[in-house]
């Protein structure tokens, strides 16, 4: 029984472990693919990110807008309608502006 214990504590504190270092990291370590796509598209430009605790992540592109603000705009909608549609809880916030991170964990 004592045994049966310390394995479920072990396994616990691994899955914490793991949990922590993936949310330590910037999105664009922990999403090079997103990152690239973004990074080669035409200014102005906005990524929106909404990431949660286990992982779960929305993200939205805005570009070839007018202006920034419709970059923004643009981000934000694409971001939200993903996580509408993959039911997260955390909001869409901007990440990106052109090529400047704006928003950190």
Known sequence: ???SIKVKTILLF???LFIA????KAFYETHPDIFKRYMSLPEPKALAVAEEW???YAYGYGY???NLQEAKERAMLE????RQL???ETECKIYMINDEI???K
Do not use: I, P
């Open 1 to 3: 029984m004592t045994f």
């Open 21 to 24: 270092s993936a949310c330590s």
């Open 86 to 88: 993959y039911q997260l």
């Open 64 to 66: 070839r807008a007018q």
């Open 102 to 104: 704006v928003q950190e």
């Open 54 to 56: 286990n992982g779960g």
């Open 79 to 82: 971001c939200k309608t993903r």
């Open 14 to 16: 691994t899955s914490l």
